[in-house]
């Protein structure tokens, strides 16, 4: 084989290596371009624009839209509440994931069961689900009244009184998110290496202590990434407060009490047909979702770290 050739193999090789793993990951940016990045982009563009459907041309406001949403009172009370069920569900959900995670990574019998039922309710119909608890935290024939009866507290009106339908729908993403999330947490626990724990327990460290000193610091990868998910999903919530109203209205209650800000904003945009508002919407919820995730991306991983022996 004369050098000639073996120099055009070799060249061929090098650039393969060198091309082929982007060429290999582009259709997952190619497509993040068309179905996420464009639409991101156009949204800023229509929120400079005072949009109306089928006019020729649209009037420019540039940033006043942002400045009607700062001014807007029922922009600041749906953020109110998106951060109030927001709380409600996540800080709960996460820890009972945590805890739920560590229970079936013992010697239970019947595991694979019981792992199993937990991402039930996961994989039911979200609009059912929400039917359902809409129906249990029911004002006159609700069941979750029934049961406070029995321990003489009076019926409350978890659609009517504001901070109560903020537990009725965090308790709707609890049940819904708690089980896939064990089980994300379930499966970094598994990855430990068992010997760690033999070390641990050689050296007098008991379940409590390694769980804080050995679990919580090696889980932090996938703390991070449960959290963060948890985040964007709760500010984002959408099909809870929409359905959970008895007349199927879906303005967030009557006085607007569990009225969340994608809520509004699917109003401002689809109903009102407030283009550019419910751009301008999207993009302040935008800005507030990578601000919060990011600050719980550096509070769990601080918090995990400070556990490591």
Do not use: C
Not at 11 to 39: E, M
Not at 190 to 209: C, F, H, L, T
């Amino acid at each position: 084989m004369g050098p000639a050739k073996l120099g055009w193999r070799y060249r061929l090789t090098r650039l393969d290596v060198k091309v082929s793993p982007y060429l290999y990951i582009a259709p997952f940016f190619i497509l993040f371009a068309v179905v996420g990045l464009f639409p991101l982009l156009y949204t800023a563009y229509i929120s400079l624009f005072d949009w109306e459907l089928g006019a020729d041309e649209q009037a420019f406001v540039g940033v006043e839209n942002y400045t009607t949403l700062l001014a807007d009172a029922q922009f600041w009370n749906a953020m109110v509440n998106t951060l109030s069920i927001f709380a409600m569900s996540t800080i709960p959900q996460v820890i009972t994931a945590v805890l739920l995670a560590a229970l079936l990574n013992t010697a239970l019998r019947g595991r694979t069961g019981w792992r199993m039922g937990v991402l039930l309710p996961y994989v039911a119909s979200l609009v059912a689900l929400t039917i359902i608890f809409g129906d249990l935290f029911g004002v006159q024939y609700g069941s979750v009244n029934d049961i406070l009866e029995l321990f003489g507290i009076e019926r409350i009106d978890w659609q009517a009184e504001r901070w109560w339908s903020h537990v009725a729908i965090a308790t709707m993403v609890n049940w819904r998110w708690t089980g896939y999330n064990a089980l994300i947490v379930l499966a970094a626990m598994q990855a430990i290496p068992r010997d760690v724990y033999e070390a641990a327990w050689v050296d007098g460290a008991s379940k409590v202590r390694q769980f804080f000193s050995i679990t919580l610091p090696l889980l932090r990868p996938t703390m991070i990434f449960v959290v963060v998910t948890s985040t964007i999903g709760g500010l984002q919530i959408f099909t809870e407060p929409k359905l959970f109203a008895p007349s199927g209205s879906s303005n967030g209650g009557a006085t607007n009490q569990y009225q969340t800000v994608v809520l509004y904003m699917y109003q401002s945009g689809f109903q009102s047909f407030d283009l550019g508002y419910a751009s301008a919407m999207a993009w302040v919820l935008f800005i507030v979702v990578i601000a919060i995730a990011g600050i719980n991306f550096l509070l769990t991983r601080r918090l995990a770290s400070s556990g490591e022996a």
